[in-house]
């Protein structure tokens, strides 16, 4: 069978970057060159951060996604290697921006920190090493899949607590991403579903779950091995706010067949419906009216559309016309 081009939902770019964030300075992208024996290159000895930035053309404004949370979780990733940062979550908001203006992004935007084990040494360790911390952006187009995907249990079970942490976003534990994702999209799906070790439904290969049945927004619990997902987090908060009852609890595989909706989300694949698991429709087959409400919600949140969360939203460009709360967010992060 022929395999599907569009599979990943997530960045395509006509072009690479110009400007890189590079261990606390911001040089050109090209200077970001590393060896070969770079010691995470071997053993997966890295950690990195997905985020995005949303063009708000009304305010000719970039904001940039809850940047505090993704580099809160960075860290903390980083903390599971063993890896002292000498960057704060401020130091790396203001370098993330830096980028944006330098670049001069007027449309939406990609965003990719880094972090590894930079040193040309060999031997499998975690002590002894010196981190290196990039960031780079490049524009993006969401390629919209408002109308649902087709996802499939995967054979591959999800990294578990005790093995590669996947509550961290560990470059090695997406190796297991990567054999679910490729299976799926070889045998004609368009994404995988993974269940844990003790045979819970976790995630997609990059992407958070939840489900609606009987009245409830139900997501795995994060002690089930999936990542603290932002999207999650603010799927969740979402969702509360517009009065639904949302649990977090194990979630068995059949009970995805028999949802009355499912939905992925992440910064990759911001919402994106489920309408088929396994050749099984999920509900009648349709989005459905959850799902719809929430992802319009999140898109009007993410781009500053909203009245409500605005916090969340970090303003790239300093503007004489922005309100004045967002104007003291820039000047915080500059002068940081
Ligand atoms: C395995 C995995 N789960 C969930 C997510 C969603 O996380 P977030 O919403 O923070 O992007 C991602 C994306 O980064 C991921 O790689």
Known sequence: MKP????????????????????????????????????????????????????NDEERQLFVFRPEDHFRRFRESARLLRMDLPFSIEDLTRGVIEVLRREGYEQDVYIR?????????????????????????????????????????SSWRRVSDNMIPPRGKL???YVNSALAKTDAVLAGFDEA????????????SVANLFIVRRGEVVTPPITDDVLEGITRSTMMQLARERGHTVVERSIDRTEVYLADEAFFCGTGMHVTPIKRVDHRL??????GPVTRVLRDLYFDVVRGRSGAHREWCRPVFARSDMPVRLESNVERISAA
């Open 193 to 204: 579903l993974m269940l844990n070790d003790a045979g819970h439904v976790c995630e997609g």
């Open 282 to 287: 999920i509900g009648d087959g349709d989005v």
């Open 113 to 153: 920190p880094l972090a590894f084990y930079g040193d040309e040494s060999l031997g499998v360790r975690l002590h002894d090493l010196t981190p290196r911390v990039g960031i780079a952006a490049m524009p993006s187009q969401f390629m919209d899949r408002n109308d649902g995907l087709h996802a499939c249990f």
């Open 4 to 55: 599907r081009l569009d599979t990943q939902l997530a960045t395509k770019s006509a072009r690479m970057p110009s400007w890189a964030f590079l261990d606390g300075e911001v040089v050109p992208y090209g200077q970001a060159r590393f060896g070969l024996f770079t010691h995470a290159l071997h053993y997966g000895t890295g950690l990195f951060a997905g985020m995005r930035a949303f063009w």
């Open 171 to 173: 470059a090695g534990s």
